[in-house]
């Protein structure tokens, strides 16, 4: 099972960024997928998260700015990150819920002017 995450990188605060998340090894759409991040001296939190059917939920710190979307098609999950802060500076890891859990390897996101 490999959980593949790209798209990160520096940007400046008010921009934006697309995660990726693909996978193999699972059937895909049988899991639910989530995005955490962990920042420097803080614990993992759960950004967004969603469901097999597609509901989807999102931590308070970044409701209305980033979407958390699924594409089975292409065993693939997104995470569009608007309105960057640099309290979103953070490694982002994806994370696929079902029989089993899976993490991938995180992806940097730095917000800095």
């Known amino acids: 099972v490999q959980l593949q995450a790209s798209g990160g990188g520096l940007v400046q605060p008010g921009g934006s960024l697309r995660l990726s998340c693909a996978a193999s090894?699972?059937?895909?759409?049988?899991?639910?997928m989530a995005w955490h991040r962990q920042a420097p001296g803080k614990q993992r939190e759960l950004v967004a998260g969603?469901?097999?059917?597609?509901?989807?939920n999102y931590a308070d710190s970044v409701k209305g700015r980033f979407t958390i979307s699924r594409d089975n098609a292409k065993n693939t999950v997104y995470l569009q990150m608007n309105t960057l802060k640099p309290e979103d500076t953070a490694v982002y890891y994806c994370?696929?819920?079902?029989?089993?859990?899976?993490w991938g390897k995180g992806t940097l996101v730095t917000v800095s002017s």
């Open positions: 969603i469901s097999r059917g597609g509901s989807t």
């Open positions: 090894g699972i059937m895909f759409s049988m899991y639910g």
């Open positions: 994370n696929a819920i079902g029989v089993k859990e899976y």
